[in-house]
Each structure stands twice: as C-alpha cells, then as structure tokens.
C-alpha cells in the first residue's frame, strides 16, 4: 500500500512538472514575436541534448584512452558553442527588452481606440454622406465611443440639418451603460441646442427635462434646472430675428445742469415691477439661482427688508447641488447685508463662520476667516461713516436779496 502511494506521488509531482513546463513553453510561444524561430530552438536543442549525449557517451566509454577523452573535451565545447549561437542572442534581446522597458514602457501594444481623422478630414471638405461612413465604420469596432456619436449627431444636425435624425443618435447614446453623468447631460445639451437653432423651444426643453429624470440629484441636473429656467419663448426668438427699425428717443437736454447726470445712465426698470415680475418668475421655476438672487437684492436695496431677503439667500443655501463657491459667495452676500443694516458681531461672525465649516478646502473658506479677522475693524469703520446731519439750511439763501438792517 505504501509503495502505491509513492508510485502515485511520484506520477502526480511528474505530472505537475510536465504542466507547468508546458505551460511556460505556452507563456513564451505566445507573447513572442517569432513563434516559429522559437519552436525551432526547442526542436533544434532537443535533438542536440540527445544526439550529443548519445554520442558522447559512445565516444568516452569506459576504455576511452587519454586521446578519446580530449576528443570528448573538445565535442562538448563544440555543441556548447552551438548552443550558445542559438541562444544567446535570444537571451540578449530579452534582457534588453526587460531594461528598455523601464524607460520605454513596455512592448505592450496601446490599447485599440477609433480614429476619427479621415471622417474629419471629408466633413471639412463639405462630403458629409462620406464622413457618416467612415464615423459608422469606426463605431462598428467601438460601438459605445461617446466622441464618434457625437460627432455623428453633430453633423446629422449642424451640416445635414436632420435635428430627428440626431436625436435618435443623442438617444441611442444615452440608452448605453457605462456612460458618465457628465457625457448624457453633454449630448442632452447638444440637442437643446440644436433644437433652439431653428426656434423648437418645447424640444430644446424636453431634452433638457430629460437630465433630471436621468440623473437626479446631480450637478449636472441643477444646471439642466437654470437652462430651462431661462429658456425664452418662442415669440421672443423669432423677434430676435426679425429686422426691426430701433426708434432712437430724444437726447436730454442740458444734461450738464442736471443735479445727477449719472441718473441717466441708470436702469429705468421699476423695482417693485422687476421684483412681482421675479415672484411671478420663481412660482414656474423655483430653481432659477439668478432669479432668487435678483430678487433678494430688491428686497434689500429697495425695499429694506433684510430679512425677506435673507430668506431667499437661505433658499439658495439650501438647495440641493448647488456649486460650493456659489453657496460660499451666497454667505458673503447675506454677511454684506446684514452688515449694512446693522446686525452685531455675533450674527456677521455666525454667518461667515457657516463659510468655514462647510467648504474648509475651498479658498473662500480663508477668505471668510480673514474677514471674520477684520470684522470688528469693518463695523467700527461702518459707526464712523455715518452720516451727521448738522441742521437744514434755508434753499437759495444766496440769490436772495441784500439783507436789510
């Protein structure tokens, strides 16, 4: 029993042997670049091995004589020799390639990637039809390479004016796996686009709305949110077309006597109107950040109302996915009014300190801190520049009369 067990040791460790030579004969034949030169030495050093052993062993037998054996000597170095022609150079170029490739790389081949320069080259030259077929030749290999298909959709759109026909590209891109958030809201921009080119509002916007649904919860869908915000009618872009004579209105008059000539220069929009026109705005699309942003500045330049404007800074703070150095500016905002409107320390620090602890890698975090540093400085320099009205004097006392005794 003992003896079968060894015997079927020994044929299992064999076995093993014999595997793992093969397999590294395998590794070698199929990472080499001349898989037939390299089964020739194989074959070439076996028949070697066994011929030149063969016929050693009959050369230098046992009755070899002094003269036999250094014609023994002299056999070996010659089948050394040609071992070492077949070999060495092989074994050169190997180690060579190891060194080379610590500073070249490797010989790995690049990675097989599509090549868009011929498709290029025809649409530059106006041979659209042909510039399709060489894109969908390189989309055949990498079926999902998002630069090919927008590229596809592009022309489709831009050159073939075939806005359907590039939406079905900017879909079937979308539908595949795999792709990022940035890449789909790319493509979904794209289409807005080139709907609103040729005045399709309601397409531009359902491309747009197709953001959020797909990525939720995103950058990319808070910025898909202020486009459609601000998407115009589709009466305000055939006007911006249309060639329409711009009445010029009478210049003003002795505009030098003017108490504030730079009253002119001014916005003549009524702020209680641009503000109901915001508050009427926001109700269709709560997410507009420059809307809400307006209408805080109303509130508090216009009508003095920090704290309704507070409030709408506050909705802006709390929005989800909202750019950090927009949320951090938004805190310097709020500080700036509350500073002008004389809240304390202890509110202004709060403030700017909301700064600190929400972005403390962005740059507006030492920004606030330097502020917070200064804060004291600034609001004793506030006390100071207020204004003392030292009475009321009678208008045009100067061209009055000569004063009488």
Not at 104 to 111: D, H, I, R, V, W
């Amino acid at each position: 029993m003992e003896m079968m067990l060894r015997i079927a040791w020994g044929m299992f460790v064999m076995l093993a042997a014999i595997a793992c030579v093969v397999w590294i004969l395998w590794r070698l034949l199929k990472n080499s670049f001349d898989p037939a030169a390299l089964i020739f030495r194989w074959v070439f050093t076996i028949v070697m091995i066994g011929g030149g052993y063969a016929f050693l062993n009959w050369l230098i037998g046992p009755d070899a004589g002094p003269g036999e054996k250094i014609a023994g000597v002299l056999a070996g170095a010659v089948f050394g020799l040609m071992f070492a022609v077949l070999w060495v150079p092989a074994l050169i170029s190997k180690v060579s390639d190891i060194i080379g490739s610590l500073f070249t790389g490797g010989s790995e081949p690049p990675a097989p990637e599509p090549f868009y320069s011929v498709a290029i080259g025809r649409r530059k030259q106006g041979k659209f039809k042909e510039a399709i077929y060489e894109i969908q030749q390189q989309l055949e290999r990498f079926p999902t390479d998002v630069t090919g298909q927008m590229m596809l959709a592009d022309i489709q759109a831009d050159d073939l004016k075939d806005i359907p026909a590039a939406q079905l590209t900017i879909d079937r891109l979308c539908a595949q796996p795999g792709h990022s958030a940035p890449q789909i809201a790319n493509a979904f921009n794209a289409l807005a686009d080139w709907h609103l080119k040729v005045q399709d509002v309601d397409a531009a916007r359902a491309a747009l709305e197709q953001i959020p649904v797909r990525l939720p919860n995103t950058d990319q869908a808070q910025y898909a949110a202020q486009r459609i915000a601000h998407l115009a009618s589709k009466e305000t872009l055939l006007a911006a077309h249309e060639h329409r004579p711009i009445a010029m209105r009478a210049g003003i008059k002795d505009i030098g006597l003017l108490k504030d000539p730079m009253a002119v220069l001014r916005p003549e929009a009524n702020p209680a109107e641009v503000a109901g026109q915001l508050v009427i705005h926001l109700e269709q699309h709560p997410a507009d950040n420059e809307a809400r942003e307006k209408l805080a500045v109303i509130y508090a330049e216009h009508y003095q109302r920090p704290d309704m404007a507070i409030e709408q800074l506050e909705q802006l703070v709390a929005a989800p996915n909202q750019p950090g150095k927009e949320v951090a500016r938004w805190l310097n905002v709020m500080a700036d009014i509350q500073l002008r409107n004389g809240a304390d320390y202890d509110t202004i620090h709060a403030t700017l300190q909301r700064v600190i602890d929400r972005f403390p890698e962005l740059a507006a975090a030492q920004m606030a801190q330097q502020r917070i540093d200064l804060l004291r400085l600034e609001l004793k320099g506030k006390e100071k520049s207020q204004v003392v009205k030292l009475g009321s004097y009678e208008k045009d006392i100067g061209l009055k009369g000569p004063r009488r005794s």
